[in-house]
């Protein structure tokens, strides 16, 4: 048995949580994913998934950083989990731990020692329902976000990254102004909120724009140069061979999970 389903957030959370995702599957797969740009939060009620790059097997209770690399997963045919993927510079809110912390990994959620946030993940294990666990979940969110001390800073970033997906070639000195921060306040704040700097989370853009022009059919390297904000193709095909492996055209369904919002 394999099914897939995407579940969109409740009103008062989508500001903050893009989707949720769940994936039951009794087949084994392998599958080369690509930096997104959102972290994750992912509960195995069964096998989790192995990552041959990092040589580890993801906790059954994992939380997925921001990071500028592909990587594989890997199911040996016993799957089943739930993924909440937030907007890119939210999930610091819940969590209470800067995701600075996890940056170019996946660390098991209860490392962070956070009690709220460990039993939520034992609701969800003990639950038989899908959307019951989804029910959980929200709760928890909501709960969380009632409390939450830097609401004005998530917004200002949340704001840039709006203007950075629209126009990716801005540089960090512009979109600090649009931030009415210093270069260096505003290095500090996205980092803080986002888990990467501004420059480096700049080329996760770029990166996923490209795909998401891949996805609508537009094949000519300049074109995609020029609408993503690369200097010229060269460019873009090192950048892109550096988030994905391979150059744009070597892609055979390609998806901007960035871009795209599932439905």
């Given at each position: 048995?394999?099914g897939?389903s995407v579940i969109?957030?409740?009103a008062p959370l989508q500001?903050?949580?893009r989707?949720?995702w769940?994936?039951?599957?009794r087949?084994?797969?392998h599958?080369l994913?690509?930096p997104?740009g959102c972290p994750?939060?992912?509960f195995?009620?069964r096998?989790?998934l192995?990552?041959?790059e990092?040589s580890?097997s ?9 990071v500028?690399?592909p990587?594989?997963?890997?199911a040996?045919?016993?799957t ?6 937030f907007?890119?510079h ?5 969590i209470d731990?800067p995701?600075?912390a996890f940056?170019?990994s ?5 490392d962070i020692?956070n ?7 034992a609701?969800?294990?003990d639950c038989?329902?899908?959307?019951q666990c989804?029910?959980?979940i ?5 709960s969380k976000?009632s409390?939450?001390p ?6 200002r970033i949340?704001?840039v ?7 990716p ?6 979109l600090?102004?649009?931030a009415c ?5 505003f290095?500090?704040?996205f ?8 420059k480096?989370y700049?080329?996760i853009?770029r990166?996923q724009k490209a795909?998401w022009l891949l ?18 193709p060269s ?6 061979r550096?988030?994905s492996?391979v150059?744009p ?8 999970d960035l871009?795209?919002t599932p439905?």
């Amino acid at each position: 048995m394999t099914g897939l389903s995407v579940i969109k957030p409740c009103a008062p959370l989508q500001p903050y949580v893009r989707y949720y995702w769940v994936l039951d599957s009794r087949k084994p797969f392998h599958i080369l994913t690509f930096p997104i740009g959102c972290p994750q939060i992912i509960f195995h009620k069964r096998t989790p998934l192995y990552i041959p790059e990092l040589s580890v097997s993801q906790a059954v209770f994992t939380i997925s950083g921001q990071v500028n690399f592909p990587a594989h997963i890997v199911a040996g045919g016993d799957t089943e989990m739930i993924v909440a993927v937030f907007q890119p510079h939210t999930i610091g809110l819940f969590i209470d731990t800067p995701p600075s912390a996890f940056y170019n990994s996946e660390i098991s959620g209860y490392d962070i020692e956070n009690k709220s946030l460990s039993a939520l993940a034992a609701q969800v294990f003990d639950c038989e329902d899908t959307a019951q666990c989804i029910y959980h979940i929200e709760h928890w969110l909501l709960s969380k976000l009632s409390r939450c001390p830097d609401i004005f800073n998530t917004e200002r970033i949340g704001n840039v990254i709006n203007l950075l997906k629209s126009t990716p070639s801005l540089s960090v000195h512009e979109l600090a102004n649009a931030a009415c921060l210093s270069t260096k306040q505003f290095g500090r704040v996205f980092n803080n909120h986002v888990g990467m700097m501004p420059k480096e989370y700049a080329r996760i853009v770029r990166f996923q724009k490209a795909l998401w022009l891949l996805q609508r059919h537009t094949r000519n390297y300049a074109d995609l140069a020029y609408a993503c904000g690369y200097s010229d193709p060269s460019h873009l095909i090192r950048e892109f061979r550096q988030f994905s492996g391979v150059v744009p055209s070597a892609i055979p369904h390609p998806y901007s999970d960035l871009y795209t919002t599932p439905a």
